[in-house]
């Protein structure tokens, strides 16, 4: 068990759809991140919150959004869902800033029918 | 632009020989850190190593060990007497010292066949 914990593990929803990824970082860790998984793009990173605000974006579609509340949990938000927004999506937490690396959860395996 | 590129899309070697995972990067900043990733087939990603630019010393840890040569912006990894549990997606991965962020590589997915 990494401490993150994400929930749910898999999802089936269909397209235009909407739906809610929820992730718990480790105790201590103020900074909440983002990441896609697909085959052909890798792990790409979407977006950052750190304590509560949001600190950085990267390729985060329009119809996707997150925000991180006052318990540092996060939730990434995905709506308009198309098929090619099926993949895993991963959250992971550091302490903040410097050389710290991530602890990762176990992901979300997200299908869109 | 920050960039890693892993050029070996996927490998397959015999269980008990050695291989070598390659790992390129770009960077234009002076402190950063690299870092190895693993994902094996149950999808979890799992902290190998971290590297950060001032810090050119090989590292070994039992049966790995990485290899970083700013000189030519590399950072590999070998896994010496490879075996089935080692398979896996092993990502090598970049950050900024000013940035949170971690820029991955897309990955070498590495099968030890038995």
């Known amino acids: 068990d990494s401490g993150v914990t994400q929930t749910p593990k898999h999802l089936i929803t269909a397209t235009g759809q909407r739906v809610t990824l929820r992730c718990s970082p480790r105790?201590?860790?103020?900074?909440v991140y983002w990441y896609q998984q697909s085959l052909d793009q890798g792990l790409q990173f979407l977006i950052q919150y750190y304590n509560g605000e949001e600190r950085a974006k990267g390729n985060i579609l329009e119809r996707f959004s997150a925000q991180q509340f006052p318990d540092l949990h996060s939730e990434l938000n995905l709506s308009s869902l198309e098929l090619g927004d099926s993949a895993l999506y991963f959250c992971?937490?550091?302490?903040?800033?410097?050389?710290?690396?991530?602890?990762f959860g176990s992901g979300t395996r997200l299908t869109v029918v | 632009a920050q960039k890693v590129t892993q050029a070996q899309t996927e490998i397959s070697v015999v269980e008990k020989e050695d291989v070598t995972l390659d790992c390129v990067y770009e960077t234009r900043d002076t402190t950063y850190y690299l870092f190895w990733y693993k994902q094996p087939p149950s999808g979890e990603l799992v902290f190998l190593i971290r590297r950060n630019s001032f810090d050119e010393q090989n590292e070994i840890s039992g049966r790995y060990s990485w290899n970083f040569q700013k000189s030519t912006s590399s950072f590999n990894f070998t896994i010496t007497a490879s075996q089935v549990v080692d398979s896996a997606v092993y990502f090598c991965a970049l950050k900024r010292d000013r940035d949170d962020k971690i820029i991955f590589g897309k990955g070498t997915r590495l099968h030890i066949l038995p």
């Open positions: 105790s201590g860790d103020l900074s």
């Open positions: 992971a937490s550091s302490e903040g800033t410097g050389p710290v690396g991530y602890t």
